[in-house]
């Protein structure tokens, strides 16, 4: 069975960090990327960084302001999870956050992604 779980969410007041971890299982781990994605209310889910195998298999979406050189995703073959360390964190990156495993290079959208887990919140105050 797949299994993607969230973890590390949590209430944070602004300018704070967290760290966000994903533990896997039932799936070759090494041979895909992981992405994570976030949903705020009333919005659409985006992405919000990637990670892959290669060197240079990462993803940074340019159209989500600011998040580049705050969110960074790593991940530990090893142990089969995924992390995202997010610094200087604002209101607006309150969200419910996913992480998500793709056969293909990182990337933006959505579908490309086969397995989600369910998500952990992020609630940054002001």
């Known amino acids: 069975e797949v299994q993607l779980v969230e973890s590390g969410g949590g209430l944070v007041q602004a300018g704070g960090s967290l760290r966000l971890s994903c533990a896997t299982a039932g799936f070759p781990f090494d041979e895909y990327a992981t992405g994570w994605f976030r949903q705020a209310p009333g919005k659409q889910r985006e992405i919000v960084a990637c990670v892959g195998n290669g060197d240079d298999d990462m993803y940074y979406p340019d159209f989500v302001e600011s998040v580049k050189g705050r969110f960074t995703a790593t991940r530990n073959n090893a142990i089969t999870t995924a992390y995202l360390q997010m610094n200087d964190l604002k209101p607006e990156d309150t969200a419910l956050y996913y992480c998500?495993?793709?056969?293909?290079?990182?990337?933006?959208?959505?579908?490309?992604?086969?397995?989600w887990g369910r998500g952990t919140q992020v609630t940054v105050s002001s």
């Open positions: 998500a495993a793709t056969f293909y290079p990182c990337g933006p959208f959505v579908g490309a992604y086969d397995f």
